[in-house]
């Protein structure tokens, strides 16, 4: 009898840590493996930290290629905080974002958006050494 209870439970065990650690692999894979990688060039138009549990920040880069143009709007997360200061120094100055690409993050917990920011550069070389 015991030998039986103890082979269900090894079962019920098996059966509720496979799935788990499968979804764990899952996410540690698609937030380690490049879909793509990239830079975009605009103006930071918001950064903001969201989430319930997960803080993230999240922000829109405002890409204008011709005067007079209708702008479009490049929405991106960042996971560093570094990186998030580096960024909120630079609103409203013209910026270059380097990003990657993750798809199928499976929560949005690791952030809104599928591209990640790694680094930004201030584009406007005047100003930064003002």
């Known amino acids: 009898m015991i030998a039986r209870l103890k082979k269900i439970l090894t079962y019920a065990i098996l059966l509720l840590l496979l799935p788990i650690s499968l979804l764990a692999l899952?996410?540690?894979a698609s937030l380690n493996w490049v879909y793509s990688s990239g830079e975009?060039?605009?103006?930071?138009?918001k950064l903001s930290q969201k989430g319930w549990l997960c803080k993230t920040y999240e922000g829109e880069l405002i890409l204008v290629s011709m005067p007079g143009t209708q702008a479009e709007k490049f929405f991106f997360t960042v996971r560093d905080e570094n990186v998030a200061k580096k960024i909120n120094q630079t609103v409203g100055e013209?910026?270059?974002?380097?990003?990657?690409e993750h798809k199928g993050v499976p929560t949005s917990c690791f952030g809104d958006t599928s591209f990640y920011i790694k680094d930004v550069q201030l584009l406007d070389k005047s100003k930064a050494s003002q």
Do not use: D, P
């Open 26 to 28: 899952y996410t540690w």
């Open 40 to 45: 975009r060039a605009g103006y930071v138009q």
């Open 94 to 100: 013209r910026v270059r974002l380097i990003y990657e």
